[in-house]
């Protein structure tokens, strides 16, 4: 059944890299690259996977005519992943600057994987390959609809209100045009029932809030694909992937400096589960083709984060449900114009669309309170609302802080008696000295526990969690 993967994977592996994309027969097509090639000034290029490039949005309406995560038809082996001693291999190597085995040749050290001259073949190995990659590919569609959504939704005049100009929304242009190379590799790799593009219901009024939207989306676009990447099977499509996901990094740090953010104020940026990526963007996916190829990871249930930093405020930590979706907790930019960054007039203040900006008052700073509430697990979520929320998690404890090199664990205060809702203090950590590990925008949960994990395991979590995660504007 493999067979056809396999011959054009192996083909992709012998030939110039660009002319290997023909791969998905099936799926490729057509209009895009009916164009390309019949223009006499464009070099011959491998075609783009076909599109629909028109859609509709808004919230589905409907009844889904199936429901649930993908689970395997062999059946499930346990209730969770249990914890081993550490591989006694993991630490023989010296590590003192010396060779200690034969080179293969000159110039080349020992070791390494993919390195003894075998062809790549850039395919799916595993089935935690597919699932990984049909996530990542579930992204791209999305960035790619949304990038000409908020240029088709707000007029020339809304972008310029908001400070950004025709050449910016050619770099917006320009980031979804690579969302459609970034689609056609992912779908190449993966074959004819790669995940096809959906319909998508956006929370975003106006540009601020789009750009706002733009910068949380690609910050877990980028961190969903490094919490799997060095996981993968498939080394060659990891390294493919990679490649798109350092020009992802990008897209994220150019929306926040539309948005008048500092562009990267962390030394890292941080990884999180596959269920964390899927948690948080299944709830813009309206619905999907009828015979799309559904994925198999958990939908956790909702969380706000009550006073979210408002980056559209001079203070932001003083904004207080001003957030206009759960999960992402995308900014409400409507604020009173005397608290309004835009077109304020001192530095340290203005938050126009800018290569950096200092910030006065932070957006957010250890020792602050924060106020949290979430669903119970059960709601219909996603495409089509086919996919219902999880939780395997006992009862609320703590809130986990998912950063640059750390997962952080602060107590949580429950309202009274009830259980979805309460509140934790922003703790104090730092990577390295001189970074503190809280900054940018980053991921938190509530949990049942505060097990020890590295970027490594952290999906190890995933049992513990109770609700989220949510993105915390926390600078
Ligand atoms: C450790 O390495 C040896 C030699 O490569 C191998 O035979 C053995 O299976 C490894 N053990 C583990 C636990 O991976
Ligand atoms: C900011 O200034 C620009 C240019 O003067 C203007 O078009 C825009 O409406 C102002 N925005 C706000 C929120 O005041
Ligand atoms: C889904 O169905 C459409 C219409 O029949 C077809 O064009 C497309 O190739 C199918 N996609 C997959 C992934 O099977
Ligand atoms: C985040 O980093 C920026 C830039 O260094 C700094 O101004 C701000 O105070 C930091 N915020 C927090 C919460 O540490
Ligand atoms: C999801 O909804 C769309 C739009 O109503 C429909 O075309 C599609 O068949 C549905 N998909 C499934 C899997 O039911
Ligand atoms: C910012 O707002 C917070 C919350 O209202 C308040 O505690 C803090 O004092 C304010 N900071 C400044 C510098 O005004
Ligand atoms: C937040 O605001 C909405 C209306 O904008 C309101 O329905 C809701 O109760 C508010 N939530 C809290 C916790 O204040
Ligand atoms: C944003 O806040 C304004 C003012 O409170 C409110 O009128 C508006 O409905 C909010 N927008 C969204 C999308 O919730
Ligand atoms: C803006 O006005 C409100 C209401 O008058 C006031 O509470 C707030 O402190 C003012 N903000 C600033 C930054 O002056
Ligand atoms: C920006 O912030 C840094 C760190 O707080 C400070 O050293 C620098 O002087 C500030 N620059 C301006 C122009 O405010
Ligand atoms: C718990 O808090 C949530 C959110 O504030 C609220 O909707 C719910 O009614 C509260 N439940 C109880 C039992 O007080
Ligand atoms: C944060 O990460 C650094 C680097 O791995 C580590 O040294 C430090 O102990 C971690 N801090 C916490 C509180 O986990």
């Not at 791969?23 to 011959?44: E, F, G, I, L, V």
């Not at 390195?115 to 699932?131: C, I, L, Q, R």
């Not at 690609?218 to 390294?239: I, K, M, P």
Request: aromatic content about 10%; hydrophobic content about 35%.
């Amino acid at each position: 059944m493999y067979s056809t993967r396999i011959s054009v994977a192996a083909l992709l592996a012998l030939v110039p890299f660009a002319l290997a994309a023909p791969a998905t027969t099936s799926a490729t097509t057509t209009s895009d690259s009916a164009a390309a090639t019949s223009s006499t000034s464009t070099p011959s290029a491998p075609p783009l996977r076909s599109h629909p490039t028109s859609i509709s949005h808004g919230p589905f309406h409907g009844t889904a005519t199936t429901t649930g995560a993908l689970t395997a038809a062999s059946g499930i082996l346990g209730t969770a992943i249990s914890s081993l001693p550490p591989n006694p291999n993991a630490t023989t190597y010296p590590s003192d600057g010396k060779l200690h085995d034969p080179q293969p040749a000159p110039y080349v050290p020992a070791g390494g994987v993919g390195t003894n001259g075998t062809p790549p073949v850039y395919n799916a190995k595993s089935d935690f390959d597919y699932e990984s990659l049909a996530l990542a590919l579930y992204q791209e569609w999305i960035e790619l609809d949304l990038f000409h959504n908020g240029l088709a939704r707000f007029s020339v005049e809304d972008f310029q209100a908001a400070g950004l100009t025709a050449e910016d929304r050619f770099l917006i242009e320009f980031m979804a045009d690579q969302e459609i190379g970034h689609a056609t590799m992912v779908s190449n790799i993966l074959g004819a029932q790669a995940p096809q593009q959906c319909q998508y219901n956006y929370p975003y009024t106006n540009v601020r809030e789009f750009v706002d939207f733009c910068q949380k989306l690609t910050r877990f676009g980028e961190s969903g694909v490094y919490g799997f990447l060095g996981h993968l099977d498939s080394r060659e499509a990891a390294t493919l992937l990679l490649q798109s996901i350092t020009t992802e990094a990008r897209q994220q740090m150019i929306f926040r400096q539309f948005e008048g953010l500092f562009p990267m104020p962390v030394w890292f940026e941080v990884g999180v589960p596959q269920s964390w990526a899927w948690s948080l963007i299944s709830p813009y996916i309206a619905s999907c083709p009828a015979n799309q190829t559904r994925l198999a990871w958990q939908n956790f249930p909702a969380l706000w984060v009550l006073n979210q930093p408002n980056p559209e405020r001079i203070n932001g930590s003083s904004g207080f449900n001003e957030t206009i979706s759960a999960g992402m907790n995308t900014m409400n930019a409507t604020v009173p114009s005397n608290d309004s960054c835009i077109n304020a007039t001192t530095v340290g203040e203005n938050c126009n669309p800018a290569i950096t900006h200092n910030r006065t008052i932070p957006l957010s700073f250890p020792g602050r309170k924060v106020y949290f509430e979430w669903e119970t697990p059960g709601k219909a979520v996603g495409p089509n609302n086919s996919y219902i929320t999880s939780s395997e998690a006992g009862s609320p404890k703590f809130v986990a802080w998912v950063t640059q090199l750390n997962v952080t664990y602060s107590a949580l205060t429950l309202n009274g008696s009830n259980s979805t809702a309460g509140w934790t203090t922003q703790p104090n950590v730092s990577t390295y000295q001189g970074d503190p590990a809280i900054n940018g925008t980053m991921f938190v949960a509530i949990t049942d526990d505060n097990p020890f994990l590295t970027p490594f395991n952290l999906s190890l979590i995933n049992p513990h969690v109770v609700a989220g995660p949510a993105l915390y504007q926390s600078g």
